[in-house]
Every structure is written in C-alpha cells, then in structure tokens.
C-alpha cells in the first residue's frame, strides 16, 4: 500500500496510456447522450476520465479512506478518437495541515506523438 511517507515532491509515477475507442466513448456518450455531437473530437469532461484512469493505475494500491479535495485541468488540444493519450503523473507537494496529510499530483498528458492536450492538478487528504 502507498503511504503519505511514500510520496516526495518531484517523484514521477510513470505514465499511463488509455486509447480513446469506440468502447470508451459509447460509455460515456451513454451517460452522456448530447457528447456524441462532439466526435470525433473527444468531450471535455472526459478529460477527468483519462486522468482518474491513470491515477487509478499509477497510484496503487491505495490506502481506504482518501479524500480527493480538489482538481482543476488546462486545456491545449482535445484528443480524437482512436488516439492514445499518455497522462504522467507527478508528486508536486505534500504537507500536514491541522493533522492532514495533504497531497498535490501534477497530470500532462500527450498524444504519441509527445503533443501536448492537457493538464491538471489534483489536490487529495491521504488516509495513511
């Protein structure tokens, strides 16, 4: 299991790759049926999936009991379907605060051919 001990800023997870199929998008387009107007362009909110994803790989096992606090994204470029996207993921700090044991991870992710799409940060209150 990964400790809040285990986390050093600067430490790099690795990076993980999910293709944007047609099997990806049909769940999300059937949670979110309007989406399907945006191919082949991915939906916006699908960036969280890409990333959770890679987190949900990188990042394990995780301890029960983890508050995900927060996550903002920047977007250059949305990937089309078919394309691969690598999303890295980055210890950028960590602190306790009034007893808490707060985390930041960076996400970047690119296409394969090392294009920059997106960003993002996630802020999480790790449980051990």
Not at 19 to 34: E, V
Not at 99 to 119: K, P, V
Request: charged share 25%; aromatic share 10%.
């Amino acid at each position: 299991m990964i400790t809040f001990d285990d986390f050093r800023p600067g430490h790099i997870f690795g990076t993980a790759p999910v293709t944007l199929d047609d099997a990806l998008f049909g769940k999300w387009t059937a949670l979110f049926p309007d989406d399907a107007a945006c191919a082949p362009d991915m939906p916006e909110g699908m960036i969280a999936v890409l990333v959770m994803n890679a987190y949900m790989e990188l990042i394990a096992p995780r301890p029960p009991g983890n508050v995900h606090a927060g996550q903002t994204f920047a977007l250059e470029r949305l990937p089309k379907l078919g394309e691969t996207v690598n999303t890295t993921i980055t210890c950028t700090g960590k602190e306790l605060r009034k007893g808490r044991r707060w985390l930041t991870l960076e996400t970047r992710s690119h296409d394969d051919a090392d294009n920059f799409l997106f960003s993002g940060e996630m802020r999480l209150i790790w449980a051990a």
